[in-house]
């Protein structure tokens, strides 16, 4: 790559940062540039980061409609699995699983629910709450 | 105190952290140079991982092997820990700070507060180097970044103990003792000898030109093994690990073909010029690839003849790096 080709697609993801790429020069020499994005790996990241809100806002409405806890909801926020939630919560990932029913997290101890708070940055009562709208 | 650190923006973090910390200790060589003489340049594909509902792909070698083989190569030696507990990890990064050693960390990014929130997933081997601490403040140099920047004690805590795949558990490493002044010509051949044989050596159709063949041949399959949500995700992470933060465009291609260029230098042998020069070509064919997939997977445009060309300039990619490394072999045998 050249580097007077080196793209500038700033598609407003990267929040400013912009990313060292090499290329070479007018005599061939390689040299740093600095990009702030290129339409290619922009789709990649907006596809990703898709994925990522269509399974939000499949729990979020599976959970307002009771078929699922919050805390899926609150999970899926946070691009979490539940082995991932377990490790982050301090929990056997099987306690994790069957808090992810609504009859489980209805049951579970406060201590647990605490911990969901602290490994998800929430207070036990956010972590409670469902927005009524994505 | 703060430690007089020069910080200077990196393509890729494990190298950036690595060179800036060579520099410091006197030794100083590009982020390229760093790269190629760890061997950092590879290529796998993992179908059976599942990462972001999509397979496994990597342009580069694991995490931490590069500043390791580097420094071998180079005769430095780095001191890394690993704890369990929060707090001795903390009093151990305190304890080099306060002896004037700037420390390396691998950390999670996901809790990484001056992380763009695009790049915030569960990836747990970044690099950043400590250079400092003031009260409750750390200084870092995160070689991503463009300026250096800081953390609190509960952030980096945070992110030092990520949890998840190759969770970081503290993990830290400063380099020890004086370092020397290496036979920097011995490190960069037998970089690249490294480099060739796991490109072209290893006997797992998953890695190197084997690996690049493989999914080549499952790519064509994809749309109707995965179907068409999954498949058009799978291009995404392909182009996401090629291209995303740190690979300095085209999968690392150009960082190595700027590494072959100084190594041309180093060894005074012209012909390395010319495998750089191959390597860039072969770097710009990688970001046509990139720019062939994102347009299947942003329109989901064509159906199995969309994957087959992308199938077949993989194929050709793969025809192409066998050659260059062919070459390479026998340029430092």
Known sequence: MEKDKVPQHDAGLLGGVREVQYAVDENGRYVQVRSTGWDPKNAALIQAREMVNARVEDARRR???????????????CMMDPGLLADYA????????????????????????????????????????????? | ?????????????????????????????????????????????????????????????????????????????IVRRKFREQEA??????????????????????????????????????????????????????????????LSREELVRVRFARGVFAPRGHMYHIEGPVGAPDVGRAVRRGIRETCGAMLRIPVPLFGVRGIRFLAWRMRRWRERLGDARAALALGQIVRMQEEIGTGGGGFRFIYAAFLQEAAVVLGRPELEQASQGMTAIGDRWRGFALLASRIFKERRGGDAAYGEAADLLLEIADLEQRAFRELQTLVR
Not at chain 2, 24 to 53: C, K, N, Q, R
Request: charged residues 20%; neutral net charge; hydrophobic residues 45%.
């Open chain 1, 63 to 77: 959970a307002l409609a009771g078929e699922t806890s919050p805390l899926e909801y609150h999970m899926e926020r």
């Open chain 2, 1 to 77: 105190m703060r430690i007089a650190f020069e910080h200077r923006q990196a393509a890729h973090c494990e190298n950036g952290a690595a060179a800036n910390l060579l520099r410091f200790h006197g030794l100083d060589l590009s982020e390229p140079l760093v790269f190629g003489v760890g061997a950092g340049l590879f290529f796998a594909y993992l179908p059976f991982i599942t990462v972001a509902g999509a397979p496994a792909f990597s342009f580069r070698t694991l995490p931490g092997h590069i500043f390791s083989r580097a420094a071998r190569q180079l005769g430095v030696r």
């Open chain 2, 89 to 150: 990890a903390m009093a151990e990064l305190d304890r080099i700070l306060d002896r004037g050693i700037p420390v390396g960390c691998v950390v999670g990014v996901f809790h990484l507060p001056y992380f763009p929130p695009a790049y915030r997933f569960h990836f747990n081997a970044h690099n950043l180097v400590v250079t400092g601490r003031e009260g409750n403040r750390y200084f870092v140099s995160d070689p991503i970044m463009e300026a250096p920047t800081e």
């Open chain 1, 90 to 134: 301090g929990l056997p990932a099987r306690t994790v699983k069957r808090h992810l029913t609504p009859r489980g997290f209805a049951a579970a101890s406060a201590e647990d629910l605490q911990a969901y708070a602290h490994a998800l940055d929430l207070t036990v009562e956010q972590l409670r709450q469902v927005p009524a709208a994505p």
